[in-house]
């Protein structure tokens, strides 16, 4: 089992994260709920392995799914890489936001909003987010019910 924590999930080559649920919590100001399963081993998230890690990527009020790769077609060669996780302050992807839909004329006491790629063995997710993501780890499937 992995120490997981959102610096591991930023810095690590060789694991692997895949999608088991997500829930925007309505009365929590639509905060954006992301349940994975992870390993080192790929094998063991298709085989449904009960090894692998079970855990919770939570986005804090105001953040925003955007979607994924295949539904907005942005591609970013600088988001390219085997992190599991990619945050960045500046990119296609939030130029987009800005000019379309005017997220630097809200909330803008919270500061500035990030870019997380959130990459799965079979797609990639796009959130923007004023605040880092909390990661609650060592979880078994049944808590995240």
């Not at 810095?11 to 009365?27: E, F």
């Not at 929590?28 to 990527?57: A, C, Q, V, W």
């Not at 960045?88 to 500035?112: C, Q």
């Amino acid at each position: 089992m992995v120490n997981i924590d959102l610096n591991t999930l930023l810095a690590t080559n060789d694991y692997t994260i895949s999608l088991d649920k997500m829930t925007l919590l309505k009365n929590d100001h639509y905060s954006i709920d992301m349940y994975f399963y992870g390993s080192k081993n790929e094998t063991h998230l298709l085989t449904g392995d009960p090894s692998r890690d079970y855990f919770l990527l939570r986005f804090e009020k105001y953040a925003v799914f955007m979607g994924t790769l295949e539904e907005h077609g942005i591609h970013e060669e600088e988001l390219l890489n085997t992190h599991p996780i990619v945050k960045v302050s500046n990119s296609k992807f939030l130029d987009f936001a800005r000019n379309h839909m005017k997220i630097d004329e809200i909330y803008t006491e919270r500061g500035e909003r990030s870019h997380y790629v959130i990459r799965t063995f079979d797609q990639e997710f796009h959130i923007l987010s004023y605040e880092e993501p909390i990661v609650m780890a060592n979880m078994n499937r049944s808590e995240g019910l």
